[in-house]
């Protein structure tokens, strides 16, 4: 894993990957950025041999299912991609529910 804070003057950093193998063998990439441009909405997506999921990370919807044997949805085009460029400016509902619940 590597993070490091490449463009914004925050105290955090503003770019992170990594790369993870599981047990399974299975490997998995990890990137979260706010320094990229333009910016995305929070987005999961997994990708394997019998299919892919995109599912947006913000609001807990699926965007994209396309899973071998099941039915297919697509609505990535109709929910938009882009968001917030400037993290100060992100919603922070979500951070704050989850420090709540550790605290």
Request: aromatic share 8%.
């Amino acid at each position: 894993a590597k993070a490091r804070t490449a463009y914004h003057d925050i105290e955090v950093e503003d770019i992170c990957s990594a790369i993870i193998t599981f047990k399974s063998g299975a490997t998995a990439t990890v990137n979260s950025m706010t320094c990229i441009q333009p910016a995305f909405k929070h987005r999961v997506e997994v990708h394997g041999t019998k299919g892919t999921v995109i599912m947006n990370g913000e609001y807990d919807k699926i965007l994209f299912w396309d899973v071998i044997g099941e039915e297919k949805e697509d609505i990535i085009g109709s929910f938009g991609v882009t968001d917030i460029s400037d993290p100060h400016f992100f919603p922070m509902d979500r951070h704050k529910a989850n420090l709540q619940d550790a605290i």
